[in-house]
């Protein structure tokens, strides 16, 4: 049986900078910033007192949810998720039929944690001997799977239906996940991403591993600073994205609007061995993940015009420049233009791929390339392996037809995948 090519119909993204894909598109072309100060963390005695989570208004929830669903609902993560993954749905322009169910469409749809302000509702009232108050709603709210049900339901969803959970790869992985279920022609619709819950009691053991900046907390929009020699620590953030995938047969045959394809990809993992750790990447596992990711794509690597980056702020940005240079062979000038999102949203931790892969999508379509804010000098080690003409500042406009997008994850988890015009 031949592989069936894997195209992307349709995007939804719940980004700290924008929540819908227009205004998305929009501060990424602008350098918008998402991040933003929060006295619940101060309270709290947070040493970094910011981070990004999406601007969800109740005219929006009831845009997705009906008001029995929102009845005693507390679980940000997947509200995050369902208006991401329907806003995919919709922008893909598929029907949801409410009587039957789709067995040809089915859904990845990766946590990191899920329901966190719910469970801690929950354990009060169950400490306060209060059981018979959690509602009938705390479970699904509160187990992983719970925004793949939703969708699921809500979708009529009949193929596959799961939750994956990767850490910071979650969302490229569940990418690569419906993207081969598709190429084996098990399915010919996938909606794919992945969602993250945010806020104190998500954040609170990033700001105990003293990771996050903490002197920026009155300029919450500078902290960010992917690349820099003055990066201080990543930004936490919240939020989910969301993309349809569809075999190329099925996108013709309904004449669907077709965003790019998915050549191909690749996950792994090193093991925690040489220098990799619970946190730290082990080197020849994340260029393995990333030649093996080339070759699958069955194109040679001198054809990647453009890296969407995991690079978080923190000291390991220029290690994964260095890991890119040798996987690809690549350096100086010859290497691709490369930026990283997490200088307008923060770290969105498990949502951090999937909405990074939708901005890596647009970028794509529209043919532009979003700036890297908050770099005034590059690090020294970045400089050891790429011109620095290569790292945008602004927003550039640029032919290209191939872009890699990679995410790295505590446990020492990779996932690379490659995209191109269509």
């Known amino acids: 049986m031949s592989k069936q090519r894997v195209v992307i119909t349709g995007l939804g993204v719940c980004a700290p900078n924008g929540v819908g894909v227009p205004a998305f598109k929009e501060a990424l072309e602008?350098?918008?910033?998402?991040?933003?100060?929060?006295?619940e963390l101060e309270k709290l005695k947070f040493s970094c007192q910011i981070g990004g989570m999406p601007l969800i208004s109740e005219a929006v929830k009831t845009k997705y949810f009906t008001p029995l669903q929102l009845r005693n609902f507390n679980s940000a993560g997947i509200l995050y998720g369902v208006v991401a993954g329907v806003e995919a749905w919709q922008d893909a322009q598929l029907p949801t039929d409410e009587e039957q169910c789709d067995f040809d469409s089915g859904t990845v749809f990766g946590v990191g944690s899920l329901g966190v302000d719910k469970y801690r509702e929950s354990i009060y009232?169950?400490?306060e001997g209060n059981t018979r108050r959690l509602g009938s709603t705390s479970v699904q709210q509160t187990m992983s799977?719970?925004?793949?049900?939703?969708?699921?339901?809500?979708?009529?969803?009949?193929?596959?239906?799961t939750t994956n959970s990767s850490a910071c790869t979650?969302?490229?992985?569940?990418?690569?996940?419906?993207?081969?279920?598709?190429?084996?022609?098990?399915?010919?619709?996938?909606?794919?991403?992945?969602?993250?819950?945010?806020?104190?009691?998500?954040?609170?053991?990033?700001?105990?591993?003293?990771?996050?900046?903490?002197?920026?907390?009155?300029?919450?929009?500078?902290?960010?600073?992917?690349?820099?020699?003055?990066?201080?620590?990543?930004?936490?953030?919240?939020?989910?994205?969301?993309?349809?995938?569809?075999?190329?047969?099925?996108?013709?045959?309904?004449g669907a609007k077709i965003y790019a394809e998915i050549l191909g990809g690749s996950s792994n993992s090193g093991g925690q061995r040489n220098e990799g750790s619970m946190t730290a990447p082990n080197p020849i596992a994340v260029k393995r993940c990333i030649e093996d990711a080339v070759v699958d794509a069955q194109i040679s690597t001198a054809q990647i015009e453009v890296i969407n980056g995991h690079l978080t702020a923190t000291s390991k940005d220029g290690l994964e420049i260095k890991n890119w240079s040798e996987a690809l062979k690549r350096?100086?000038?010859?290497?691709p233009y490369i930026n990283s999102l997490k200088g307008m949203t923060g770290h969105c931790l498990a949502a951090s791929g999937s909405i990074e892969c939708v901005a890596s999508v647009l970028e794509l379509k529209h043919q532009f390339l979003f700036p890297n804010i908050n770099l005034h000098t590059v690090h020294d080690e970045v400089l050891e392996h790429i011109?620095?003409?290569?790292?945008?500042?602004?927003?550039?406009?640029l032919k290209f037809n191939y872009l890699a997008k990679a995410s790295f994850g505590f446990g020492d988890v990779n996932c690379c995948l490659i995209f191109k015009t269509f």
Do not use: H
């Not at 939703?150 to 596959?160: A, D, R």
């Not at 350096?331 to 290497?335: A, I, L």
């Open 30 to 39: 602008t350098g918008k910033s998402g991040i933003r100060f929060y006295s």
């Open 145 to 161: 799977s719970g925004v793949s049900a939703y969708l699921g339901g809500m979708l009529g969803l009949g193929n596959l239906v």
């Open 170 to 254: 979650t969302g490229t992985e569940a990418i690569l996940m419906a993207y081969e279920r598709i190429k084996a022609g098990k399915a010919k619709r996938m909606l794919a991403g992945s969602t993250s819950d945010g806020g104190p009691y998500v954040w609170g053991g990033f700001d105990a591993l003293r990771i996050l900046p903490s002197k920026y907390n009155d300029k919450p929009t500078q902290a960010s600073r992917p690349l820099a020699g003055d990066a201080a620590g990543f930004v936490p953030g919240c939020g989910a994205g969301a993309l349809v995938l569809e075999s190329l047969e099925s996108a013709q045959q309904r």
């Open 387 to 397: 011109s620095e003409s290569k790292i945008p500042r602004v927003k550039t406009a």
């Open 125 to 127: 009232k169950i400490d």
């Open 331 to 335: 350096s100086g000038v010859d290497f």
